[in-house]
């Protein structure tokens, strides 16, 4: 067994092989240990929306190393509270509590929101509604509301009271005086980069106003930019109690995020949630620059453009192209082969279904490296 073979070995296999060694990027380029360089539409499953070693990002990260990296929220930090105040201005919500992933923000929100009906005189409301082909995390609170069998094969029971119709719009019916929360994405990315119809997110936002459920966005694929606003609701002008967003938040520095209004953030008092990590200074230095960044017009209408091209690109090479800005999926007849075909030719995709291939660029990603993945496919 070779040292590689030795060192890869040491590993938990839960990922599977890997054949791909990655050891450096720039820009919208990834490496791998041979020097062989690939167009990244991958960008760390949407995490890395300023590509690699982007100079303002890695300025700050330097500098903050060289600072303060972890002190723990026994403790105020100024760079939480400036993030914080940054996040409350781009998505009109109310408070904010930081967290290190997506999973974690997708737990803290279902704990919110079952607590938030207990302070409420409310104790029956602990129903947690998704929907089908959502994916919400893998702790056993967001596996509970992610409906995949082959994600909870070993792990049952799993958390009680989540419940996921067969169907968009029987959702809507499921809300009622026992449910806490509907928890939805405005695209599900995992699902195979579906757009939900915009009349079920509204009829969903309208039964839960009317029944008193809350309304929570699961923003952590769509979020900072990736669809062409800043949050993919704010196109949609819905009204949710709850966000949550991580991924592209910090650029590659794990980061997690829940934004609430006032009324339903104050379910969390003192002591009843908590993380060691979360809102640690190095990974608010890299929300402060990603948001710094992504939060310009001029920006988002970047996303919009080169999203627009993209989609336009896809179309040679498969079907139903879907999405939203640069989140988009398209329906090929084997999308592992794909590619690893894609792979061989030096461009980074993910497959995310049998047939869907899923493409989330950085967000810096001009026409021009569209045109450069159309070459590389097309040999």
């Known amino acids: 067994m070779s040292v590689t073979e030795q060192a890869a070995s040491a590993l938990m296999n839960n990922y599977g092989e890997r054949t791909i060694s990655l050891v450096r990027g720039e820009g919208v380029y990834v490496y791998d240990d041979a020097g062989k360089q690939y167009l990244d539409f991958t960008a760390g499953i949407a995490v890395s929306a300023l590509g690699h070693a982007h100079?303002?990002?890695v300025a700050r990260l330097q500098e903050q190393v060289a600072t303060l990296i972890h002190c723990s929220n026994l403790y105020r930090t100024p760079w939480q509270e400036q993030l914080a105040?940054?996040?409350q201005a781009l998505s009109g919500m109310d408070r904010v509590f930081f967290c290190n992933s997506g999973t974690e923000a997708n737990e803290a929100a279902i704990k919110l929101a079952r607590r938030y009906a207990y302070r409420n005189g409310a104790e029956q409301r602990r129903e947690i509604v998704s929907l089908p082909k959502a994916f919400h995390g893998r702790t056993m609170g967001s596996l509970s509301?992610?409906?995949k069998p082959a994600y909870h094969e070993g792990y049952q029971p799993l958390i009680p009271g989540c419940v996921t119709p067969r169907d968009y719009h029987?959702?809507?019916?499921l809300i009622g005086e026992n449910t806490a929360a509907c928890i939805v994405e405005i695209v599900q990315g995992e699902g195979g980069v579906n757009v939900v119809p915009r009349s079920v997110?509204?009829?969903i936002?309208?039964?839960c106003k009317e029944t008193g459920a809350l309304f929570i966005i699961d923003e952590v694929q769509t979020g900072v930019g990736r669809c062409g606003s800043f949050l993919a609701y704010q196109q949609l002008g819905l009204k949710p109690d709850i966000v949550t967003m991580a991924k592209g938040l910090g650029g590659g520095v794990p980061i997690g995020a829940v934004l609430a209004s006032k009324e339903v953030a104050e379910a969390f008092t003192p002591g009843s949630h908590g993380t060691t990590f979360g809102g640690n200074p190095l990974a608010m230095a890299a929300g402060l620059t990603v948001t710094e960044v992504v939060s310009e017009p001029s920006f988002l209408e970047h996303v919009q453009d080169v999203g627009a091209y993209l989609r336009t690109a896809l179309e040679e090479f498969g079907r139903e192209v879907s999405g939203l800005?640069?989140?988009?999926?398209m329906t090929v007849e084997n999308a592992k082969a794909f590619v690893l075909n894609a792979a061989t030719n030096g461009v980074l995709l993910t497959a995310v279904a049998d047939t869907r291939v899923r493409l989330v660029p950085p967000l810096i990603v001009e026409k021009t490296h569209v045109d450069e993945m159309v070459?590389?496919?097309r040999s």
């Open 55 to 57: 100079p303002k990002l």
């Open 85 to 87: 105040l940054r996040l």
């Open 145 to 147: 509301i992610t409906p």
């Open 170 to 173: 029987s959702a809507v019916e």
């Open 201 to 203: 997110l509204e009829e």
């Open 205 to 207: 936002n309208a039964r």
């Open 325 to 329: 800005g640069l989140m988009l999926g």
């Open 375 to 377: 070459r590389r496919l």
